[in-house]
């Protein structure tokens, strides 16, 4: 019997994965519970319950009062008794081994396979411990699953919520960060280093990565031969480009490898802003700003620095148009265009403060140039309107009857 005993506890420990005392705790506490059930029905309630077992040994002695209780007063109810909160108290302990395992990844990403497919989330078996819920918010555009299908996911959040309630997340930056570091030797040893990132879950992620040793290629050592590490990744992420650029603690250097692949002619820093303007070619204009602005908006992000990406074309045409003004030169024109005011509508909506404070302008003639904007843009808008009139005056003529003509 006390080998029976020992063995079974040794077997919970080894599937449960829980502690040697916890397990003896629990049996110490089942027996408690049963032993005061007999004491009960004895009519001796009032006498003091004790159990001791010998961890080592397996001898198990129960006492209620001075009399120690035979295994044969047990009886079916107590029995019964004794496993029913055996049962309960290592599910108890059960969950919170998980809880307490996961509580500790969060931060971290997990594995598991597509378990269950809803509307509104994926559930993933987790190593058969249990389950892990992606809410539809937390899914990627990018993201479709089939069940028994295997997924890596970050661990957002782990709450006590009716047992353990384990939230994964596919759209943290953070998930691409733990990928790199699993595929890429070079960054888990600490030789390489991811120095930011910048992502649009489901379409592209920027990634800025620098060695600590020279002989290192950092990009070459993400990217993999043949492309084979990054593969990987862009397969786990389901087809999401990743840009891998070489971080600089040259800024300017490093505002052109983040809008890579467009070829830049001159950037001007606003250090005190955190604020580039950027110039290039007509043609790399689209190519810098990307669809629907992607690429010039997650550069943004990976450098921290706010970008304005405008081509030496569309410059000189807002200096041209600004200098429809009389009270501005063409310095003047520039210094605003430089500072962000290319058209009339911008100036027209200006702060006389803010327009104040620029090189060559001050508050006079701040006021004169927001008050000549609007004159100008009324009367750009009454001609505007005029010409609209005529072109409907003439479609109307034309499409009267003959006999009306």
């Known amino acids: ?150 997924v890596k996911a970050y661990v957002y959040e782990v709450k006590k919520e009716r047992g353990t309630q384990i939230i994964l997340s596919r759209i943290d930056p953070i998930l691409v960060k733990k990928l790199f570091q699993l595929e890429v030797p070079e960054i888990s040893e600490g030789i390489v280093e991811i120095k930011s990132i910048a992502r649009q879950a489901g379409a592209r992620t920027k990634i800025a990565v620098y060695s600590k040793e020279e002989k290192v290629d950092c990009v070459g050592a993400c990217v993999g031969i043949r492309g084979s590490r990054v593969k990987n990744i862009i397969e786990e992420l389901r087809g999401e480009k990743i840009d891998i650029v070489r971080w600089s603690e040259d800024i300017k250097e490093f505002i052109k490898a983040a809008l890579s692949p467009a070829v830049i002619s001159m950037i001007e820093l606003d250090r005190e802003n955190k604020r580039a303007k950027v110039q290039l070619n007509s043609d790399q204009l689209s190519i810098a700003i990307g669809k629907r602005g992607q690429n010039v908006r997650l550069a943004s992000k990976l450098v921290n620095w706010e970008i304005d990406v405008r081509s030496k074309e569309s410059i000189e045409e807002a200096i041209k148009g600004l200098q429809k003004l009389k009270s501005l030169g063409k310095k003047a024109a520039e210094s605003l265009v430089d500072s962000g005011y290319n058209s009339l509508n911008s100036l027209e909506n200006a702060q006389e403060k803010k327009l104040a404070k620029l090189k060559g302008i001050g508050k006079k003639k701040a006021a004169k140039i927001i008050k000549e904007a609007k004159k100008v843009k009324a009367e750009q808008e009454k001609k505007q309107k005029e010409e609209k009139e005529k072109v409907i005056n003439k479609e109307k003529e034309e499409n009267k009857p003959k006999d009306e003509k």
């Open 1 to 150: 019997m006390k080998r029976e005993f020992l063995s079974v506890i040794a077997q919970l420990e080894r599937e449960k994965g829980l502690d040697k005392e916890v397990l003896m705790e629990t049996v110490r506490y089942a027996l408690t519970v049963a032993a005061r059930k007999i004491a009960k029905i004895a009519s001796h309630d009032e006498e003091e319950v004790k159990v001791d077992i010998d961890s080592k040994g397996g001898d198990i002695h129960v006492y209620i009062g001075d009399r120690e209780v035979t295994s044969d007063e047990f009886g079916r109810i107590a029995a019964q008794t004794a496993r029913q909160v055996i049962i309960q108290k290592i599910r108890e302990a059960e969950k919170d081994n998980i809880y307490n395992e996961y509580k500790e990844k969060e931060g971290d990403i997990v594995g598991g396979v597509v378990y269950r497919l809803e509307k509104r989330a994926v559930i993933l078996d987790l190593m058969g411990k249990t389950e892990g819920i992606i809410p539809q918010s937390f899914l990627s555009s990018s993201d479709r699953f089939r069940m028994g299908e295997r």
